[in-house]
């Protein structure tokens, strides 16, 4: 079934078997999501996490938000902004204007199993929350070591014994999980024929990769396209 929200939806969890149309804005400000089985239209999108099997459609801008869908993502009304946050579709994303010229980075990926995207994504955040935990282990047992024999008391002796099994856990865990990101990596399935489309202005504040090929915006570029395949030597248009 579909539902029609006449107002904003704020920091709500919905799930919904059919369309999803907001008549003003979603707000969820990370305490709250949203997953949509097929179709998503809204006035604004901001501070959320939309998961949606069909298109997205936006009136003013998309801010700050995760969007995951497995069509298109599309905001040409109004400002027709999307900036700041990470937008991942199947098919192609087409705005007015996206990216901030100062503040949050905005990702763009297209050409991607959004499923996949969002698996490799979470992967990818833990190993890097490890990552740093590993290094907070690391420089405990660095000042540890840096004591001398006279200063070293049983206490010292225990803590560093239990930070060096903590750092080969960390290290055997990290390794496990690389792996496994490696080999989702691996069998990924890219689609050739997917694009990014900007009418107005696209900021070199932004990290673009489409059907798999990381894109390079050097400098900020105004009505561009970006495909998945080179053309003149370029895959910027």
Sequence with gaps: A???????????????GGSLKV???IITDGR???????????GFIENSTLYCGG??????????????CGEFIIA????????????????????????FEKGNKTEFVTGVNWRAAKSMRIRAARIEKLEE???VIRQELREIMKKNRNQMTLKHKKMRDDLQKN???????????????????????????AYLLVENLLVANTKVEIGGK???????????????????GSFIM
């Design 2 to 16: 579909d539902l029609l929200i006449h107002g904003s939806c704020r920091s709500s969890n919905i799930r919904v």
């Design 23 to 25: 008549r003003h804005g």
């Design 32 to 42: 709250g999501g949203l997953e949509i089985r097929h179709d998503v239209e809204a």
């Design 55 to 68: 298109s997205v459609t936006i009136g003013k801008a998309a801010i700050n938000s995760e969007i995951y």
């Design 76 to 99: 040409t009304r109004g400002e027709g902004i999307m900036a700041g946050g990470y937008y991942c579709a199947k098919e192609y994303i087409h705005a007015k204007n996206m990216g």
């Design 133 to 135: 935990s590993k290094s």
């Design 167 to 193: 750092l080969q856990r960390y290290t055997s865990i990290l390794e496990r999980l690389q792996l496994h990101l490696d080999s989702a990596k691996a069998k990924l399935s890219y689609d050739s024929k």
């Design 214 to 232: 990381p894109i390079s915006v050097v400098d900020s570029i105004a009505g561009v396209a970006i495909s998945g395949k080179r053309r003149r």
